[in-house]
């Protein structure tokens, strides 16, 4: 419980935010054939990829070594997967791209590991919201402080941000450095502002800032962006 659930429950109770939002775009994608998926950045407790297994197989990757036993996760590097070329329908990834310090080059891994008319999904804090901003501008160690201090110590890790990957700009010019690539949709995601759940004050500032970009739809500057990629077929490529 926090100190502004009533706020949260009031202006974002039908709002699709980050996960929901990476969810549904996720299940939209398997609901018609049983595939085979990476979940690239699984996280420690590789949630996605527990709750969306079923009849798609899913496999988890992340550089945590203490994943899950009873999940089919691996320890390794997005930069250098260990599977064949074309073995996935789908890879998708959540709150991980803004810590690669090489996004091309796990772009194209994902692009050699996907089958041709697979598809990438991806959920990433966009560079230009304000709170990306501010960690982007100050040391790790505040980072840590900060969310011990707000959401308590062992809430989640804190991992260092180099936001190379986190603007519509980046993915739009990714269909020039990587020919083979479709961006099939990029939208900005609404999200209460979690940084200021602190003071009721300033998240109802947060709340008129959040609106009011949205109300604008200036896309770089909201919290998220959820892109969804497409590695185009032979014939579509000639």
Known sequence: MSAVDDLIDKYYSDVPMGERALETTIREFMATTAIRALDAGCGLDAPFTRRLSGRSFIVGMDLCRDLPKDLPVICGDLG???????????VFSRSVFEHLTEPDLV????????????????????????SSIIAHLTPQWFHQWFVG?????????????????NTPKYFSRLEQKQPGWKVKRL???????????????????????????????WTELQPSLLIVLEKESQAEQR
Request: proline content about 6%.
């Open 187 to 217: 939208t900005g995601l609404r999200h209460y502002p979690a940084n200021l759940i602190f003071s009721r004050m300033l998240f109802r500032v947060g709340v008129l800032y959040d609106w009011f970009v949205a109300k604008i739809g």
């Open 149 to 165: 201090r707000v959401y308590g110590s062992h809430t989640y890790d804190t991992f260092p941000t180099v936001y190379r990957a």
């Open 80 to 90: 250098k997967l260990p599977f064949s070329d074309e073995v996935f329908s789908l």
């Open 107 to 130: 772009m194209k891994e994902i692009y050699r590991t996907l089958k041709p008319g697979g598809v990438c999904v991806i959920l990433t804090p966009s560079r230009y919201d304000y």
